[in-house]
């Protein structure tokens, strides 16, 4: 019977969903169609959207002097990220096959749509789609992490409310040696609700 732990995560699991789900909802109410991964803003929506766009010349007089000098070391961060997007990459590509762990969909965490919005000027589209791949790919690692440490040691921590990532409740409870020794070979191949739908996204 799952414990009060595993049913909190699952109506965690359960509140994202409809989250997404609602999010998706707003589509009408803001005239967008995603479409093939595009999104397409009905016209009447693209001239509105324009009216509240602000010039890159006042943006950039607007903006705080330290906001500006600071920007170099926000995009270094770009370094790390994609360094990190690369060998996450790799290392299911070559590993997961042989563990028996399900891949992750990369386009799944990835989001690059901001840019499709006309209230934007051209530094902060970028700014929104530097975002928008930095944590998609934070996200994206956090995944391959949790498969690979549901395989190596699915074993829920003592005290670490922050270290509950999605695959976190399939772990054993801390100090529960006699269920870990009798189970740990089956929940290192408990993957069948990954080929249940994942992240809901529109489909074409």
């Keep these: 019977m799952p414990n009060r732990i595993d049913q909190l995560l699952a109506q965690i699991k359960l509140l994202e ?20 991964q595009t999104v397409r803003f009905a016209e009447a929506a693209k001239v509105r959207h324009r009216q509240f ?3 890159l010349g006042r943006y950039l007089r ?21 360094l ?4 996450g ?9 042989i563990y028996g762990i399900p891949k992750v969909r990369r386009r799944d965490y990835v989001a690059l749509d901001r840019h499709h919005l ?17 944590n998609g790919i934070l996200a994206y690692f956090t995944e391959i992490a ?17 270290c509950a990532h999605s695959r ?13 020794r009798a189970h740990v070979e089956e929940v290192r191949r408990s993957y069948g609700d990954l080929t249940s739908p994942g992240p809901v996204t529109k489909s074409p």
């Design 146 to 162: 949790a498969r690979t440490e549901q395989h190596w040691c699915p074993i829920k921590h003592a005290r670490c409310l922050k």
């Design 62 to 82: 607007n903006s705080r002097f330290f906001v500006v000098v600071t920007a170099p070391v926000i995009w270094m961060c770009l370094i790390p990220v994609a």
């Design 89 to 97: 990459s790799l290392y299911q590509a070559i590993c997961f096959p």
């Design 84 to 87: 990190m997007d690369l060998v």
């Design 118 to 134: 006309s209230y934007l000027n051209l530094v902060e589209k970028l700014n929104c789609d530097y975002c928008g791949y930095v």
């Design 168 to 180: 976190y409740r399939h772990f054993f409870d801390f100090g529960d040696a006699e269920t870990y």
């Design 53 to 55: 766009r602000e010039g």
């Design 17 to 36: 969903r409809e989250l997404v789900h609602e999010t998706l909802r707003k589509e009408a109410e803001f005239s967008y169609r995603i479409r093939h």
